[in-house]
Every structure is written in C-alpha cells, then in structure tokens.
Nanobody, 127 residues
Framework: QVQLVESGGGLVQAGGSLRLSCAAS????????MGWFRQAPGKERETVAA????????HYGNSVKGRFTISRDNAKNTVYLEMNSLRPEDTAVYYC????????????????????WGQGTQVTVSS
C-alpha cells in the first residue's frame, strides 16, 4: 500500500506561481510512475502531467504546456508540480497518483491507469 500526501495548494492571484509537492510512503518510490491530475467542480478529472520512473520522460496536458513543470526526487520520495502563469481556469483540486511499473520510460496519462491516489489539495486562482 502506498500513501500519497499532497501539499502546497492555496489561493494565488492570476499570473502567480505555486509549487505542489506529493510525498509518497512507498519503500521503492523509484518503481512508481507518477502523475498529477485536477478536478474542478462540475468537470471531469483532467490529466495535468505525468513523469516516468527516473524523471527523464514527462507528459503534459495541452492546457498547461509551457506553464507547468513536473519533477521528482527519488531520494526524497517526492514528486513536484511547479505551476507558473496561473489562470483562473487552473482552479481545481489537484491530486497526485502513483502507478507501479517496470516500464522504465513510460508515462501514464489516464487516471484509470493509476493504483494509488492522494487526498488532493485545493488550488484557487483569483482574477
């Protein structure tokens, strides 16, 4: 069982920045591909970003490309989401997710592919 705990959410003005962190309890964190998703009220869960086991391969949703950066520190069992140039439409609950995999280069972009989820952290961007 893997526990994921997100932190770093909050209220920020449009154009501002936030960095989300997700700490994992996994003993072999480097065996888990990681992803960030978000869900706004009344909307479906959306893929934000995904990262492979080593951090060398990443994927971004079209709405965040060029503004958000996903990274991981396997020594700290933590994945990050750096969010810049935030917009009101980025307002949502952000979730991190983990998927055990032996596929070194793979990123996973579907929520259904992930095995473990955090409780979420609220990000609110004011206009």
């Amino acid at each position: 069982q893997v526990q994921l705990v997100e932190s770093g959410g909050g209220l920020v003005q449009a154009g501002g920045s936030l960095r989300l962190s997700c700490a994992a309890s996994a003993r072999t964190f480097s065996s888990y591909a990681m992803g960030w998703f978000r869900q706004a009220p009344g909307k479906e869960r959306e893929t934000v970003a995904a990262i492979n086991l080593s951090g060398g391969y990443t994927h971004y949703g079209n709405s965040v490309k060029g503004r958000f950066t996903i990274s991981r520190d396997n020594a700290k069992n933590t994945v990050y989401l750096e969010m810049n140039s935030l917009r009101p439409e980025d307002t949502a609950v952000y979730y991190c997710a983990a998927k055990w995999t032996g596929a070194f280069r793979s990123t996973f972009i579907l929520a259904s592919q992930y095995d473990y989820w955090g409780q979420g952290t609220q990000v609110t961007v004011s206009s």
